[in-house]
């Protein structure tokens, strides 16, 4: 769902840069019905989408990666240990990009996000967190997925905010 959100939302402020998702499970699923409802007009875009596995060539091409639950940063680290710098939790991004200005293309991306990871600790990805995951919904009701969605939506404007600020819609 998240792909699918900040996709939208930095298409809507001119961005165009590749998006995908990639998961830690086995690959070829498609997206549950409850997560393509929850979506909207969103899903749409993701009616044919087929689930991917993680590969290291993917966290290597990539300049953020963005996980939804500290697992998840804990796999990408493992697989590309280089990446602890630019993979987040998206709830631990949004959080530590408030303490700094958004990103402007007048400044390298890579030294921009060096000062929101500046003074992480690996053990703070240890074990679960309420306030660094977001809870799957899979699983779940349709209202869980339309929860998950919105949070989602609030945390991905964020992030579009902080990368796309020039082109943010008032």
Do not use: Y
């Not at 690959?27 to 044919?48: H, K, R, S, Y």
């Amino acid at each position: 769902m998240a792909e699918a959100i900040l996709r939208s939302l930095l298409a809507d402020r001119g961005v165009d840069g590749p998006i995908w998702s990639a998961g830690l499970l086995e690959a070829g699923w498609p997206m549950v019905e409850e997560a393509l409802a929850a979506l909207g007009p969103e899903g749409a875009a993701m009616a044919g989408h087929r689930s991917r596995t993680l590969a290291g060539s993917d966290v290597l091409a990539a300049d953020i990666v963005f996980g939804m639950a500290r697992q998840h940063v804990r796999e990408v680290v493992v697989l590309v240990p280089g990446a602890w710098g630019r993979t987040f939790t998206l709830k631990e991004f949004v959080r530590r990009s408030q303490s700094c200005t958004p990103w402007s293309p007048d400044q390298p991306f890579a030294d921009w996000l060096a000062r929101i990871h500046h003074g992480r600790q690996r053990h703070e990805m240890l074990g679960d967190s309420i306030e660094d995951d977001v809870a799957d919904p899979i699983g779940g009701t349709p209202a869980d997925f339309a929860a998950t969605a919105r949070l989602l939506r609030n945390l991905c404007g964020e992030v579009a905010d902080r990368i796309a600020p020039e082109t943010a819609v008032t």
